[in-house]
């Protein structure tokens, strides 16, 4: 069973920059999609970005497209979500998730294992 430990959250004023990161162990996931959720206070878990197998293919959300980046090294299991230009309304917790075989969804129905979150809080 995959255990998967994001890292990299924080606190950062509006317009600055974070990288995520999510460390999965116990079996490989290099022929999985994988993705980023997050939850804000008092709202539902929302898609944030999701990659395919090889990090050929990726997908954003509208609110997050131009400036989140998601990728992937699957030497090292671990996949990135690096985000710029953080707007208050990116407040939330992070999450990282394990897809299906190779194609990237952004259904979370789709996502098997979860990891524990990453709290993120822009300031304004």
């Known amino acids: 069973q995959v255990q998967l430990v994001e890292s990299g959250g924080g606190l950062v004023q509006a317009g600055g920059s974070l990288r995520l990161s999510c460390a999965a162990s116990?079996?490989?996931?290099?022929?999985?999609?994988m993705g980023w959720f997050r939850q804000a206070p008092g709202k539902e878990r929302e898609f944030v970005a999701t990659?395919?197998?090889?990090?050929?293919?990726?997908y954003y959300a509208d609110s997050v497209k131009g400036r989140f980046t998601i990728s992937r090294d699957n030497a090292k299991n671990t996949v990135y979500l690096q985000m710029n230009n953080l707007k208050s309304e990116d407040t939330a917790v992070y999450y990282c998730?394990?897809?299906?075989?190779?194609?990237?969804?952004?259904?979370?129905?789709?996502?098997?294992?979860w990891g524990q979150g990453t709290r993120v809080t822009v300031s304004s």
């Open positions: 998730a394990v897809g299906p075989l190779y194609e990237a969804t952004f259904r979370q129905g789709d996502y098997g294992s």
């Open positions: 116990g079996r490989t996931f290099t022929y999985y999609a």
């Open positions: 990659i395919n197998w090889n990090g050929g293919n990726t």
